[in-house]
């Protein structure tokens, strides 16, 4: 996975100041896009929870680079940018009637929802593909370490969503011959600065 090195800024008088990677991977693709997650939950993991999932995908292939999360950038895409993935409040409610304790929607369950979700719809609409790459940033430290594999998945609802990632990864191999996440890159970001993006929550 590309690591950040630095950052080179830019500036100008229309747009907010952006620092960006000084990677130089993006460039070796056709087109850089940048996407966001959002996942939320009221009365988190009780019978009568109610969760939903918010995500977009930007085209930032005409950018400097790829971003260095900050407010600076979010104001950029809320001002200067054009989605072209959108999904916004999604909701989703009690998954077994009678309500299970285990199966109450969770705020992480919706994360991992929001993610998958997402994915899905990028690589239905072609915007996960060989000939791109696609930066996702979340608010979920702790989806993001269950993705990379560094932590324990407990929950068998989040397990679902997992398996369902990995159904797409194996078309995704059997379509292209290669693994989904060899141009994909999940970080996580604070849930503050999420709040400055173009994220309805």
């Known amino acids: 996975m590309p690591m950040q090195t630095g950052v080179n800024r830019t500036h100008s008088k229309k747009r907010p100041r952006v620092a960006f990677s ?3 991977y993006w460039r070796n693709y056709n087109k850089v896009y940048l996407a966001l997650c959002d996942g939320f939950c009221s009365n988190n993991g009780q019978p009568d929870a109610v969760a939903g999932v918010s995500y977009v995908a930007f085209d930032v292939t005409d950018w400097s680079g790829m971003p260095v999360p900050s407010r600076d950038a979010m104001q950029r895409l809320n001002n200067d940018a054009t989605p072209v993935i959108r999904q916004v409040r999604k909701y989703f409610s009690q998954i077994a009637a009678p309500a299970r304790a285990d199966m109450c929607p969770t705020n992480n369950l919706a994360e ?8 899905t719809e990028a690589y239905h609409a072609g915007v996960i593909h060989p000939d791109n790459f696609v930066h996702i940033w979340t608010d979920s430290q702790l989806i993001v370490r269950q993705v990379l594999g560094l932590s324990k998945v407990n929950n068998k609802q989040l397990e679902k969503q997992y398996q369902y990632l990995d159904s797409i990864g194996l078309r995704y191999k059997i379509e292209h011959d290669r693994s989904l996440w060899d141009n994909l890159v999940i970080k996580h970001i604070t849930g503050k600065l999420m709040k400055y993006g173009p994220i309805d929550h």
């Open 22 to 24: 000084s990677d130089a």
């Open 112 to 119: 991992a929802t929001a993610l998958a979700q997402l994915i």
